[in-house]
């Protein structure tokens, strides 16, 4: 029997109509987009369609740069920063809590000549807004602040982020892969990142939305695809595969919050015995991380094998290293590691959630 899988942060399974989108430009429509003749151009009229239909859930004013991952689009994204140097601004920051795509490029920044800062979260996973004005200066080049976290489902103001950021002069990146296609997107946001393996399309493509007026550097030099900034052949099928899921998130986005909000009220409601990481109104209600005092998680996730979840980030978990997030909201090391993960998803059901929680209920008893 397979495994009930509630992991839905880390990766979501293909939709349907995603998989039937893509097999043409696997089999059978398998031009260059970049080449002139007839094929070509069939397949360079997909990639665009497909950009039409990821911009429709962007602000307006904006062009969309597909990439080979959210991680490539937010490398791209920081990129921006080498082209202010000349002004003067040579300050990057990052909320603590964000994503390894965001916080250690940024970090990497600061060894190549910038300054890095980390701005501190409340104990709730929101954003230190004291913290980050005090912060803020004529030599700030960037902020960077997540829509939703990953680990912890918390929604930043990143509109309000955005303003101070925009007072200072600069310009404000936000990481929104978990929260595209769900609710809104920042319309201050200069830079918006995404994936489409977390709303249901394929891996190996992502996205960054760029303002207008905003000069980005190539990250990727050669041929000069993709609008001069990442050189190399696009994939029909995966643009294709990124479009419809978007698409497809846009018509079911309510039916899909109201299933997902169930889901996780009854998860809630079944491990009452758990604490709650992260604020209890402000996030995603997809993301439930919570906590139990003296529990061994690496046991828990051995004795509850027909459950798939994660004890945090899975491009993390296999570093060794505790969770960055649940450390920048001030919690001990034993509090870290008696903390899971739970991903409600549009193909989850009521039933999944409901046995689940009873096997990670019986479980933990056990300890």
């Not at 209890?280 to 798939?308: C, F, H, K, T, W």
């Not at 945090?312 to 296999?318: D, I, Q, T, W």
Request: glycine share 10%; hydrophobic share 45%.
């Amino acid at each position: 029997m397979s495994a009930i899988y509630l992991d839905n942060q880390a990766t979501t399974p293909l939709a349907p109509e995603v998989f039937d989108a893509m097999v043409p430009w696997l089999r059978d429509k398998f031009g260059n987009p970049h080449s002139a003749h007839v094929p070509g151009r069939q397949a360079a009229a997909a990639v665009e369609a497909a950009r039409e239909q990821v911009a429709a859930l962007l602000p307006s004013g904006g062009r969309v740069i597909f990439t080979g991952s959210a991680t490539e689009a937010i490398n791209l994204a920081l990129g921006a920063v080498r082209n202010l140097v000349g002004q003067g601004r040579e300050q990057i920051a990052v909320l603590d809590t964000e994503h390894a795509a965001v916080r250690d490029t940024a970090l990497w920044y600061g060894s190549q000549g910038f300054e890095t800062r980390l701005l501190p979260v409340h104990s709730d996973g929101l954003a230190d807004l004291e913290e980050l004005e005090a912060c803020l200066g004529q030599n700030t080049a960037l902020v960077g602040a997540m829509l939703v976290n990953n680990e912890i489902g918390v929604i930043q103001p990143v509109e309000r982020i955005a303003e101070m950021v925009h007072r200072a002069g600069a310009l404000m990146l936000c990481d929104a892969v978990q929260g595209f296609g769900r609710i809104d997107m920042p319309e201050q946001a200069d830079l918006i990142a995404l994936s489409g393996h977390k709303i249901y399309g394929p891996k190996g493509i992502g996205a960054l939305w760029v303002r207008n007026g905003i000069d980005m550097p190539p990250l990727i030099h050669g041929g000069g695809q993709e609008q001069g900034l990442r050189s190399g052949t696009l994939s029909p099928a995966l643009c294709a595969g990124l479009g419809t899921a978007a698409k497809i998130c846009a018509e079911r986005r309510d039916t899909d919050m109201a299933h997902i909000t169930a889901l996780a009220e009854k998860a809630h409601d079944l491990l009452g015995d758990w604490t709650v990481n992260g604020a209890r109104d402000q996030r995603y209600p997809g993301n439930l991380n919570i906590r139990r005092d003296g529990l061994d998680v690496g046991r828990l996730m051995s004795d509850v094998r027909e459950v798939a979840f994660s004890a945090g980030s899975a491009c993390a978990s296999g570093s060794g290293r505790p969770s960055h997030v649940l450390a920048a909201l001030g919690l001990s090391s034993a509090q870290i590691k008696s903390s899971i993960r739970l991903g409600f998803g549009r193909y989850n059901s009521m039933e999944e959630v409901e046995q689940a929680a009873h096997l990670i209920n019986q479980a933990a008893e056990k300890q």
